[in-house]
């Protein structure tokens, strides 16, 4: 059974920045695409970023172009999501997800307990 445990989320201001990372438990995460997912207070999970088992390919959505970076650690089994020029509309509970192929949907085998991230205006 593959555990996932992010760390990093926390209060930031508009404009400033976290680190999220997820750990895994065992010596899987290089055989899995990685992905973040958040969650807001009514709304539907929704992709935030992903990466593939190279660390070659990665998508993001749209709303966080250019402020957020994915990457991936495969020889210490960690997946980093850089968030920058945060936004109050990136409040929400971050996930990290671990799958067979990369995709924007939750159709990931394994899923962290998630981190709050909240960012004040």
């Known amino acids: 059974q593959v555990q996932l445990v992010e760390s990093g989320g926390g209060l930031a201001q508009a404009g400033g920045s976290l680190r999220l990372s997820c750990a895994a438990s065992?010596?899987?995460?290089?055989?899995?695409?990685m992905a973040w997912f958040r969650q807001a207070p009514g709304k539907e999970r929704e992709f935030v970023a992903g990466?593939?088992?190279?660390?070659?390919?990665?998508l993001y959505t749209d709303s966080v172009k250019g402020r957020f970076t994915i990457s991936r650690d495969n020889a210490k089994e960690t997946v980093l999501l850089q968030m920058n020029s945060l936004k109050p509309e990136d409040t929400a509970v971050y996930y990290c997800?671990?799958?067979?192929?990369?995709?924007?949907?939750?159709?990931?085998?394994?899923w962290g307990q998630g981190t709050q991230v909240t960012v004040s205006s």
């Open positions: 065992t010596r899987t995460m290089r055989t899995n695409a």
């Open positions: 990466i593939n088992r190279s660390g070659g390919s990665t």
């Open positions: 997800a671990a799958g067979v192929r990369l995709s924007t949907t939750p159709a990931y085998n394994y």
